[in-house]
């Protein structure tokens, strides 16, 4: 019997507006999972991010779409699962998570960029008492990452990624730096590139890959062309 099966399946969470998703979500994506030892990674596609302005914010559909054309033939799952749970914070929906899969073993991956903003998250710290976090560093972030309140607290419980994979259970808080060949693509470069990127993904409302429910847009309807 493997670790993952005996002690549960070693889950990552990336969330984001995925506003498109693109090439930087899945390398970093497929890099955590190598460096943890993952057997899966879950995309959540946030309905709303209250750090973010909706303006410029594709439907969530199209997001979803963009998510799971960019996820295929990968180890990972997209989902909205936020508007499932009814959940517009972070530390609601990693709850929701953990009480409905209880048996999987769950890890947060995050960006640098995300770390230097993570003391204005909701009950932060309470968030990593829920899960471990893994942090990916992204290029221009490190500095403010590393002189944030959220590292000034986190930094006592530092794990490095090799030690963190080999353990038998997983507790938090802990933090697990994770450093590679930076990647420099971003959302914000690719709608600017193409700013009609969303039309070419709508169209039959797509299916949550974790509640296997229609994913619809806010107002109740598919999103179509």
């Known amino acids: 019997m493997t670790r993952s099966s005996k002690n549960g399946l070693r889950t990552g969470i990336l969330g984001g507006s995925f506003n498109p998703a693109h090439g930087g979500h899945r390398r970093i994506t497929l890099f955590a999972m190598a460096a943890l030892g993952l057997d899966e990674v879950w995309w959540l596609v946030s309905p709303a991010n209250p750090l973010k302005p909706r303006v410029g914010m594709a439907p969530l559909p199209a997001r979803v779409h963009s998510a799971r054309a ?14 499932h749970f009814r959940s517009s914070y972070t530390v609601d929906t990693l709850q929701a998570l953990v009480r409905r899969w209880p048996g999987r073993r769950f890890i947060w991956l995050m960006g640098a ?12 710290r309470k968030i990593a008492k829920i899960m471990p976090i893994a942090v990916i560093a992204r ?7 590393i002189a944030s309140p959220a590292m000034a607290w986190l930094r006592r419980y530092r794990v490095d990624a ?15 730096e994770l450093r590679f060949d930076l990647d420099p693509r971003s959302a ?38």
Do not use: C
């Open 113 to 124: 960029d995300n770390l230097a903003q993570f003391h204005r998250w909701k009950d932060w």
């Open 188 to 225: 914000t470069q690719f709608r600017r590139a193409d700013p009609d990127w969303a039309s070419r993904h709508a169209g039959a409302p797509p299916r949550d890959q974790l509640t296997h429910d229609l994913i619809l847009t806010d107002n109740g309807k598919a999103d179509r062309a």
């Open 70 to 83: 960019m996820a295929r033939r990968a180890p990972i799952r997209v989902s909205a699962i936020e508007r």
């Open 162 to 176: 090799s030690s963190f994979r080999n353990r038998g259970k997983w507790s938090a808080p802990a933090l697990i």
């Open 139 to 145: 290029p221009g972030y490190d500095a403010g990452a």
